[in-house]
């Protein structure tokens, strides 16, 4: 209890202490525009805010995969690896294992991943009913957090609308081992530097709208029972394509 105790007192005194920093800046800021200084005088006060957190991890490739994969099963989603050449078969043998029929996917969706003998609907606007009706979904992602085995979806073609991830029962999610970063900044940086997959979005800024995946839905708001599937699919099981 002791270590528990002293981290959550590092967590919140720099909490306090960027708090004091950040309502400082924009005080300054403030008087600064009206006693009619520049206006990146505020800016350039937020910008000097000090940010000790760590930006960027340590970890090697592989160790950066482990935590990922290790995080993602605490979370009870089930994990899987793979290469990229035994990728289809993959998906096939996770979509027979599921015991379900009926998929829905995003029209990006590269076609190899279709497995034959499934039925599937492809989301070009489909009616929020015909969505219900699939036991389960399929999709790719944008980015994989490793330190707390989150999924990151921008919802490109590949990913497809929020609407498919977060009705179906089942959700299956490939992620390329290339897409995981360790780090929440280092996701940040990697949408500055690569862009946010949506064309519409002007390069260097974030994307619209991010959904975040930390396996399976679940809430223990109702008397402390954990209820799972109340925001989003029951089960998450992830193929890790080791490209």
Known sequence: ??????????????????????????????????????????????????????????????????????????????????EPDGLAAAIAAQLKASGRHLFVAPEGLPAEWLAPGFEWKIDGNLEIRDVERAEG????????????????????????RRVITLLPDWYLCVVRASQVVETLPEYFDKCREQGTGDREQKAGTLPRLVTWISGPSATADIEMTRIKGVHGPRFLHVILVKD
């Open 137 to 160: 979904v399929v999709t790719a992602c944008f980015c994989g957090v490793a330190d707390s085995g989150t999924i990151v979806l921008h919802h490109g073609p590949a990913e497809g």
């Open 1 to 82: 209890m002791g270590v528990v105790a002293d981290g959550r007192k590092r967590v919140l005194e720099r909490i306090k202490n960027a708090t004091r920093a950040a309502a400082g800046a924009t005080i300054g800021g403030s008087a600064a525009r009206n006693a009619g200084a520049p206006a990146g005088t505020a800016a350039g006060a937020h910008s000097d805010i000090p940010r000790g957190y760590v930006r960027r991890g340590d970890m090697t490739v592989r160790g950066r995969h482990e935590r990922f994969i290790e995080r993602l099963r605490e979370y009870d989603a089930e994990v899987v690896e793979c």
